[in-house]
């Protein structure tokens, strides 16, 4: 049964990404375990914003669970301390009247802090641009239906297709790696003959500009796998491997 | 009238579009270098329109509110995307698409366009498969289908509970691709914030970049507005936090007419609302009632009961359920359009029949499915969604029946466009749920990402050309001209007067007030002497808005809160147009339903003899009212009926 708690929410605050950070250490009452973690920041931002104060900057956007723009690290797990969610899906019913929670922004080299806890990933999408699609112009395309692919490849593709982008991943690593989220993507089109064509290129580019961006490397510690809202699971990263050094191979 | 001139090509329906295609201008390869594009939006219109413009040549500045692309909102649609294909043989054609598309707008949409958008669904469904998105497949290989709202066919192909995902991850990578191509230019965290007319048409933007607060102009031939639509006017709505209605806003406040803005759809199946602090409502998606089965007790005791924690639901004996929508609709029973559905369970819980702790709530029950197909297969269906519902409500759908209720999901209305997607502004165009332009007054579930996708992948890379090729003799224009500097400088002034406001209360707390009048007058069920009301109440709001607003902080940094006050000053106004052309609109159809208007059983009842029109509404500033002008929608070739769903 949800009922109505008191915490105290300690909380990064950084002014500029250049700025020194500290933490500030807010109390609430009343907070509902029905509501959402966000909701909760929410009210701490009303409260601020009543209290004469600047509210805490965190990024956000569709709250349910898929548009992987919500970050935050909470009491030391990436999305808080729940299974298969992300931040937003995350509810208060997980804490207890009298905690403190703490929560920081994604820390990694890769993803810059650009004010309070929001963060900078467009690492991200420059390893997608890097040579994460199939090389297809619009229109020209044969029937959907004249390549059958077995279920089980469609299927296991979808499953790496489910990524968000989130940067749990990376947020858990101890290296800052980024290697689960290139390696899902790696792994959908490598499992479907429309990206078999590219597949070997596709492996070094994005692993080279993953290289080039700043995250660190792989040592197979699986906190990514823990850690990814949406169980993309470790042996993408032995796909991925697969796929690059057979395209190194090549070389 | 001429600026309503709909350019709906001549000649019989099914060779509209060819004719078309056959005689329109077009644009060498030459001449594309020359001509930059502005899109404005990621999603599944926004971004497929900018990687097939970029592909084609054209110069592309895409503007992506969100810090990526992907985060577009269009990927939070779960259920699917519908097509012709006929690939379950069960008598699927283009033309059947395009008459149940209209038929389910209840023949408030322009035939044309509906039977293009019919006939280019299939080209959506190669073009995806061959992008690598992963669309669900039978044991053969070959690609599956499931039935939707509004349809006796299956032809809704999906990808888990997560279509919309992977559909805009598609277009996401077809963009990112052209990105690297250096045939886009994308500019992430900027939301635009004005648009530049010069000599009258639309010539460039201002938009403002999120991080730093700097007001920045951008020029270009032409203005593609793709971001979406107004739906968190309501406040509460399964809209994203960023989604909003400012970009279509400052095109009608420039002179595009805005079209229909009254349809609204509410979609039937979300979690219901649970406290004053929620910030947003999730959808459940409309492929749950495939298998899942609506129903409300039979007695009105036991709904109380209920609703004060004395039963549970699976107390309830099977004779004293009321299937109510199978009840009052054998032929299509749980799959009704969304509007019907959504209207049945307010009326349900009016009545005193409505479960949960607010009586403002429905079942959706699962233990037949679970039952008949098993629970394995439930779980590959549904599980994600089941899963989404638990962490929210910390009740399992497999033991127990979800609870659901109505919520604001899609705007039908939005920029008037001619069949070029063309507004009433030359060089202005809107795609996707921006423009107003295929579901009439209500939109058939998995229709939205047909639409986005048509627009942006095989519409608009046609259409945008007829205009661009009379511009290829007009040279880049500087940002430094006049029109630019005026534009900047009255949105500076405006930014200056919200921030010096110092008032008591917080953006949201306006907005939740907006809310409550929205949903309360112009939410499911409309009467004049509540729109009245909405109007005003609205226009005392905002007064106090504008003289009570607290906004921390300054200008020139990311700033959360001035980003949320000048959307919010937008939804006043848009609110109170909703409100007046529904007011205007002295009949039910769709999602617009006047409660003075309805047949005897409580269906909507239409008057196609007043009002077989497009209400396009005229900005004429700030103090005048708008002037409301009429496309008349003559139906050539379809015959308007009653839309029955019942036998």
Known sequence: MDIDINIKVKVWRQKGPKEKGRFETYGLKNISQGSSFLEMMDILNEQLINEGKEPVVFDHDCREGICGICSLYIDGYPHGPDEDITT???HMRKFNEGDTITVEPWRSAGFPIIKDLMVDRTSFDKIIQAGGYVSVNTGGAPDANSIPIPRHDAEAAMDSAACIGCGACVAACKNGSAMLFVAAKVTQLALLPQGRAEAKKRAKSMVAKMDELGFGNCTNTGACEVECPKNIAITDIARLNYEFLNAKIRD | MNKLDPKIPAGPLAEKWSNYKSNQKLVNPANKRR???????TGLAGASAAASLGEMGFQVHNFCIQDSPRRAHSIAAQGGINAAKNYQNDGDSVYRLFYDTIKGGDYRAREANVYRLAEVSNNIIDQCVAQGVPFA???GGLLDNRSFGGAQV???FYARGQTGQQLLLGAYSALSRAINKKQVTLHARYEMVDLVLIDGRARGIIARNLITGKLERFAAHAVVIATGGYGNTFFLSTMAMTSNGSAAWHCYKKGAMFGNPGMTQIH???????GEFQSKLTLMSESLRNDGRIWVPKKKEDAAAIREGKLRPTDIKEEDRDYYLERRYPAFGNLVPRDVASRAAKERCDAGFGVGTTGLA???DFADAIERLGKDVVEARYGNLFQMYEKIIDHNPYET?????????????????DYDLMSTIPGLFAIGEANFSDHGANRLGASALMQGLADGYFVLPYTIQNYLADQINIPRFSTDRPEFEKAEKDLNDRIHKLMNIKGEHSVDYFHKKLGHIMWDNV?????AKGLKKAIEEIAVLKKEFWSNVRIPGVATTTNQELEKALRLADYFEIGQLIARDALNREESCGGHFRLEHQTEEGEALRHDEEFSYVACWEYKGEEAAPVMHKEPLDYEFIVREQRNYKS
């Open chain 1, 88 to 90: 937003c899906q995350l």
């Open chain 2, 35 to 41: 001509l930059d594009i502005i899109v404005v939006g």
């Open chain 2, 137 to 139: 497949r039978e044991y």
């Open chain 2, 154 to 156: 299956s032809r809704t």
């Open chain 2, 268 to 274: 039937p199946t979300c979690i219901p609302v649970h």
């Open chain 2, 362 to 364: 429905v079942y959706l």
């Open chain 2, 401 to 417: 029946p979800m609870m659901i209720y109505p919520a604001v999901h899609y705007t039908m209305g939005g920029i008037w466009v």
């Open chain 2, 523 to 527: 939410g499911m069920g409309r009467e």
